[in-house]
């Protein structure tokens, strides 16, 4: 493998979705890729016909209040609790800048965003075990990515404090039975990922649920036209179809029951998961990874844990070529 | 008028582009509105069919770097130098939060969102007249909005200093003759808007274009992910359509001449403007402003200048119903 293809290869271990440093890493590899290295679904809600308003004018204030009525009934939230933004992620890079701390706890091991944007603005982080070891601020993604952890809501609400930033990471909450964005804790902020559960994570749309002072302040660092037209538009249409979310529902457990099935026949022990990802441990998953790849096959590897593979669940047409791979001789 | 009437009345002074208080404010207006209350080119950009993945998956590094590419040759900047941006309000929120300041110079009077972001992250606003009279960070929109005061490249280069952050918002500069995108001074960001040139405000995009550690810095801080894939395919596209942009500045041309022609004859005389927006002054500009919005014309009033109205360019099909309003009894 050159030197190029090395570094691309160290590339995949960073987050998922980077189909052109797999392409670069594993260039054999047959095409097109399947890409299990998120906990995007595969089968994204549909985009409809938007308005030609929705691309030419101003994101307006009404049609911002007509998502944020949306998706509060939606996470069961209450609307002026509901702060609309362009992606979790743009919350979580808006988090330290606009709540400066010297030092912030996250419960570990987790997605590394939440690290690297506190570490960008100049926080040390503290990678911690259990919550209760913190003492300022304090991240908590729930259920858990990568592994599926799960605390209970009333061990969260008592995490909170008047003294300190809470945030609850709620990026893969929405097939669970519980949330705290119907009731946030003072100084908590919530945040509901859009694009995962309905596949359309391109379409940059996100949610922060917080008590209204702190919505207010997250609002006000966002600007007036932090979400594209066509976001508020698709979001507000998606959100609202109860049908389309009990049916993929339904379809996701399916998948599940599939990839777990097939991963225990690889030899895989499923130690976590939602329904949008599974992850499974293998004592050479490296090894795995990387034979997966040759056959176009993205998983997320984990460099500290290397006995770890984490799977998005395949669209029904790649089943065959997911099991194939996962079969093939190494 | 109703009190209700009266603070949606009262939002008009604010920005552009709010249909929903301009309909409530004149209850009795013909509609559809005929939005001229912004600068924001009524002739867009034609959206094209977007590949899935543009709204199914996260976007790329190379999708990124794709539209820096053409941005790059668009502005006659270097690609390193151009940050892609989800409009350039988001980077108007952003600089105030990424460099703290205990006072900031603004050449005024002009657009008031770099007021508003910068008092929202603290800092002491001066609304100075001449340039010389800013100590520490300063802020110009160039050419300026409302009135389309113009100065000099070479008078903006004279004013970059090592120990000061210099603000050059050219969201109105795609038909000037310079810029300083194409050689920003050490420590200025200059803004390039997308949204209003090409007609499409509602997607998010825009620029800023800054000496490669600035630009970083400012990558950093929006993450990877800030700008949708339906942005980032429709931007790359239409800033190498050299072709609609040659077509749309004579068009914008034409446009202006006749605005300029029926505004004369309707009493007003044109104090400054670009191709995208004309500013007209009156004695009774207020009163006309009032007499407009009763015939579904929206323009843009100034509280502190009533004397004055600003005006978008009104498409071809409109050009009847905004002479007839404009010659309308009052």
Excluded: C
């Amino acid at each position: 493998m050159s030197q190029g293809n090395g570094e691309a290869y160290q590339r995949l271990f960073q987050h998922g979705g980077d189909i052109n440093s797999a392409q670069a890493a594993f260039p054999e590899a047959p095409r097109p890729w399947i890409d299990l290295s998120t906990g995007i679904n595969a089968v994204p809600y549909p985009i409809p016909d938007l308005p030609p308003e929705r691309w030419t004018r101003l994101p307006s204030p009404a049609e911002i209040a007509a998502l944020q009525a949306v998706a509060a009934a939606r996470y069961r939230a209450r609307a002026e609790e509901v702060v609309v933004a362009p992606g979790t992620q743009a919350l979580i890079q808006l988090l330290p800048r606009l709540f400066p701390a010297r030092r912030v706890a996250i419960l570990g091991p987790t997605y590394s965003g939440h690290e690297k944007a506190w570490d960008a603005a100049g926080a040390q982080v503290q990678d911690i075990r259990r919550p209760e070891d913190a003492e300022g601020p304090l991240v908590i993604v729930n259920p858990n990515n990568p592994d599926g952890r799960r605390l209970p809501v009333a061990t969260l609400r008592g995490l909170a404090r008047d003294s300190r930033l809470l945030v609850i990471d709620e990026a893969f909450a929405d097939f669970e039975p519980d949330s705290l964005a119907a009731d946030p804790p003072p100084n908590t902020v919530v945040l509901r990922s859009f694009g995962k559960t309905y596949g359309l994570a391109g379409l940059r749309l996100g949610f922060a649920i917080a008590r209204a002072p702190l919505a207010e302040r997250l609002r006000a660092a966002l600007g007036a036209w932090a979400v594209s037209g066509p976001a508020l538009e698709i979001g507000a249409r998606a959100l609202a179809d109860d049908a389309w979310l009990k049916a993929t529902r339904e379809g996701l457990e399916e998948d599940a029951r599939w990839l777990d099935g097939v991963l225990v026949k690889a030899g895989y022990e499923i130690v976590g998961g939602t329904l949008l990802f599974r992850l499974a441990a293998r004592p050479d998953a490296a090894a795995a990874f990387a034979a997966l790849g040759r056959h176009g096959v993205l998983t997320r590897p984990f460099a500290a844990r290397p006995d770890w593979l984490r799977f998005g669940l395949p669209a029904r047409d790649d089943r065959a070529r997911v099991q194939a791979a996962l079969f093939a001789p190494a």
